[in-house]
Structures are given as structure tokens and as C-alpha cells.
Nanobody, 119 residues
Framework: QVQLVESGGGLVQSGGSLRLSCAAS????????MGWYRQAPGKQRELVAT???????NYRDSVKGRFIISRDDARNTVDLQMNSLKPEDTAVYLC?????????????WGQGTQVTVSS
């Protein structure tokens, strides 16, 4: 199966920046869309940003202009550059990938990395 491993979370002051990275082990799978989601305590998981194999990007409105998603298919990684961070960005950030093997397509998740923004 595909394994996703996130890194780069941490504690940062409001207005600061962090860069998250997610590395995928393909193990014979084909990777399609990749993205980042987040989940704050007591709240539902929400989409932050996604990027397709063609490089098409999609962002939630509250992060537009502050976050940038990118991918490197040679290294099987997807990164999230987060700038001008706000306390409301505090959450566990999870990497996601849509993968396929033998005609079966499914969604795969990483374990998550904590991002805490102090005011």
C-alpha cells in the first residue's frame, strides 16, 4: 500500500511561516491528486489545498494568497508553504493522495503533523 509521511509541523507565532512536506512510497501504485487537509479539536476535517497531476491547484478560501501547494512527481512529494499564519490555522494537518493499482482507486491518508500558531 502507499504510505504517506508528513513532516514540518511545529509551533510558530502569528504572522510566521511553516513548510509542510509529505513523502509517498508508491509501492507499485499510481498517484493522482494529492493534497492537504486539516482538523482542529472538536471540528470536522476540512480541505486546505489540492493539486492534480497536471498542476491544477485548489485552495479553501481562507488560505488563498497565504498558502502554496506544490508537488514533485520525481520524488513523490507534496509540499505546503504556509505564510502569514493565523491562530485559526492551528490544527493537525494531514496529507492525502488518491492512488490506484489494478484498476482500484482509493484515498490514502498520512498520520498528520501538528501546526500550532500562537497569537
Amino acid at each position: 500500500q502507499v504510505q504517506l509521511v508528513e513532516s514540518g509541523g511545529g509551533l510558530v507565532q502569528s504572522g510566521g511561516s511553516l513548510r509542510l512536506s509529505c513523502a509517498a512510497s508508491k509501492n507499485g501504485f499510481t498517484i493522482y491528486d494529492m493534497g492537504w487537509y486539516r482538523q482542529a479539536p472538536g471540528k470536522q476535517r476540512e480541505l486546505v489545498a489540492t493539486i492534480s497531476t497536471s498542476g491544477s491547484r485548489n485552495y479553501r478560501d481562507s488560505v488563498k494568497g497565504r498558502f502554496i501547494i506544490s508537488r514533485d512527481d520525481a520524488r513523490n512529494t507534496v509540499d505546503l508553504q504556509m505564510n502569514s499564519l493565523k491562530p485559526e490555522d492551528t490544527a493537525v494537518y494531514l496529507c492525502n493522495a488518491v492512488v490506484e493499482r489494478r484498476g482500484v482507486r482509493r484515498s490514502t491518508w498520512g498520520q498528520g503533523t501538528q501546526v500550532t500558531v500562537s497569537s
